[in-house]
């Protein structure tokens, strides 16, 4: 493990001054009640193509089953443990990045809601954010990636925030930030023990392409078990291959982050902010008080 300079965990005010492709329920349509967070993935060819696969799925929604079977479930529960092993394996950089981000996104109001409503999609927070990490001192950034479609593989592009650490040893390790990371994952009619596994994942993602990737393929495998109790195939936006070019295309980062304060949040779009600024603060909150529960039971057995 490479040493990263270390860095104080900062909690910042919130002042008043504060700041994922289709309707992401499962962005397609499919209702799985996560609010309806929207992305940049609006693509031609993914619109047609997310048509195409509900139609041809569509002979098997009287069908669905929200259970579980034996060899599924047993699935299930080895997948939530990968992600439970690889969320608590992380280093001393990572913990004080998350324990910053967790605070100054806590720290945020719905002032920092507003931006250019035809082409935000929540870009607002994410600018703002970046101008508050900046401001604790990280190399920050909001990187946009464009890829474009491939085969069964529809084209895209994705925003989130890059932040470069630079160890002692001249060594530095790129950190991805992603707001509502397990939105990317939601799926059509999910069994039970699907949406078991996605609450293991962290709200917000903070870490390493390393420790992303095996998320990724985690989340790919329980989609497939979940899907085929179905008798549904994996759509290609749930892809290994489409999820990896979210944050491994080629990115580009945006230079001159700026906070809009011209436009009002009572807008529709900034609604749609608001809403999923404070579901996100409401996920981080839950998140913290399991983990200080976790802590406590932890401290009371040892004590006993």
């Known amino acids: 493990m490479r040493s990263h300079e270390g860095r104080a965990p900062v909690v910042v005010d919130g002042g008043g001054s504060g700041g994922n492709w289709f309707n992401r329920g499962d962005g397609v349509g499919a209702g799985s009640g996560s609010g309806g967070c929207y992305s940049h993935d609006s693509e031609p060819d993914l619109a047609a193509m997310v048509s195409e696969f509900l139609e ?3 002979a098997g929604a009287e069908s669905w089953c929200s259970s579980d079977n034996d060899s599924g479930f047993s699935d299930f529960a080895l997948l939530a443990d990968r992600i439970t092993l690889d969320k608590n394996s992380v280093d001393q950089y990572e913990i004080d990045l998350t324990m910053v981000v967790h605070s100054l996104i806590l720290s945020m109001t719905e002032s920092c809601c507003t931006g250019k409503p035809e082409t935000c999609n929540a870009s607002c927070i994410r600018s703002y954010l970046v101008k508050l990490l900046q401001s604790c001192g990280y190399n920050a950034d909001l990187c946009a990636t464009k890829w474009q479609g491939c085969g069964k593989i529809p084209g895209g592009e994705h925003e989130y925030i890059e932040v470069i650490s630079h160890g002692s040893d001249g060594y530095s390790e790129r950190y991805i930030i992603d707001l509502d990371f397990r ?13 078991v596994v996605l609450s293991c994942l962290p709200p917000v ?25 179905n008798s549904m195939p994996l759509p290609p936006w ?9 944050w491994e295309s080629s990115s580009q980062r945006v230079v001159n982050v700026q906070v809009q304060s011209s436009v009002s949040p009572s807008n529709s779009c900034h609604r749609h902010c608001t809403g999923l600024l404070w579901r996100i603060k409401s996920c981080i909150g839950s998140e913290i ?6 802590v406590h ?4 057995r040892g004590r006993g």
């Open 238 to 246: 749930r892809s290994l291959a489409y999820l990896e070019a979210k």
């Open 183 to 195: 939105s990317h994952f939601e799926i059509a009619r999910a069994v039970k023990s699907y949406n």
């Open 289 to 294: 008080k399991a983990k200080g529960f976790l």
């Open 205 to 229: 993602y903070v870490g390493t392409v390393t420790k992303l990737k095996l998320y990724l393929q985690a989340m790919v495998e329980a989609a497939k078990c979940s899907l085929k109790q």
């Open 56 to 58: 041809s799925s569509s």
């Open 297 to 300: 039971k932890t401290i009371g």
